[in-house]
Nanobody
Framework: QDQLVESGGGSVQAGGSLTLSCAAP????????MAWFRQAPGKEREGVAR???????RYADSVKGRFTFSRDSAKNTLYLQMNSLKPEDTATYYC????????????????WGQGTQVTVSS
């Protein structure tokens, strides 16, 4: 099925860690550009991490040095390792995919997961 399935969200205290997973159909994983976004209540969706067309991983400045985007080709799965979590990281996190490179333009991504909630308490 054409579905991205996220998992791994939860509630942690500030300074804690979580790892999010995004399972994708094989054809999406192997050919599509993929990214992680998040949306906090009352705020616009923002890009967190993505893979550029040259294979470089890009991060939002707010998460750089704390979050790591990785992939497991054997499982067709993306991961977002989140360390040193802060209350401002609280949001619903989504993985997204598109056949064309979209950068941080969330409106251009055609495939989305259902989202997984991350709550960080102070």
């Amino acid at each position: 099925q054409d579905q991205l399935v996220e998992s791994g969200g939860g509630s942690v205290q500030a300074g804690g860690s979580l790892t999010l997973s995004c399972a994708a159909p094989a054809y999406i994983y192997s050919r599509y550009f993929m990214a992680w976004f998040r949306q906090a209540p009352g705020k616009e969706r923002e890009g967190v991490a993505r893979v550029d067309s040259d294979g470089t991983t890009r991060y939002a400045d707010s998460v750089k040095g704390r979050f790591t985007f990785s992939r497991d080709s054997a499982k067709n799965t993306l991961y977002l390792q989140m360390n040193s979590l802060k209350p401002e990281d609280t949001a619903t996190y989504y993985c997204a995919a598109d056949l064309w490179y979209r950068g941080w333009a969330s409106e251009g991504f055609n495939f989305w997961g259902q989202g997984t909630q991350v709550t960080v308490s102070s």
